[in-house]
């Protein structure tokens, strides 16, 4: 398992455990998004929200993206990002870290990955976005980014006690 840390020491919220972490950020049902902070072309900070799959297995979290985006070109040049994947409503929770990207372009490699982001996100494969997307992707017009996190730093509310 990753290495957790605590976002917020000496507060009475506690760190989500290894198997919290790896439900929350891999639960289908809460359609979260990621948000990564990257370094843009004027070397100034951008934050873009997306949706994600992470493969539990590897705990390698993947997005796909027209490969013609800032983003994508960016991360060409400085594949070092920061994200954040939380909970906004009460109780809060989220992990947030840092890692690298790599992107893939190969399309035979890319095809499952962009199917479970499908499932995980639409959760259909007969979806009309999905009419768009594969073939996109089939075509080497999408590309999967695949963040390799270095930590995640996890929080929750603490619960009031009675």
């Known amino acids: 398992m990753m290495k957790i840390i605590n976002a917020y020491p000496g507060s009475p919220n506690e760190p989500m455990t290894g198997e919290e972490t790896k439900n ?23 934050v873009i ?69 499908i499932m995980k996100s639409i959760g259909s494969l007969d979806h009309p976005i999905v009419k768009w997307l594969l073939p996109q992707t089939e075509k080497g017009d999408e590309v999967v980014l695949e963040i390799t996190p270095n930590y995640y730093s996890t929080w929750r509310s603490a619960v009031p006690v009675k």
């Open 49 to 117: 929200p997306l949706a994600y799959y992470i493969d539990e297995i590897s705990n390698k979290i993947y997005i796909n993206t027209l490969k013609t985006t800032k983003k994508v070109n960016n991360l060409r040049k400085n594949n070092i990002i920061a994200f954040c994947i939380d909970e906004p409503k009460f109780p809060f929770k989220g992990v947030r870290g840092k890692g690298r990207v790599r992107i893939h372009e190969d399309v035979k490699h890319n095809i499952p990955i962009v199917k479970k982001f």
């Open 24 to 46: 929350f950020i891999s639960n289908t049902d809460n359609n979260l998004l990621i948000r990564i902070g990257l370094i843009d072309e004027k070397g100034e900070p951008n």
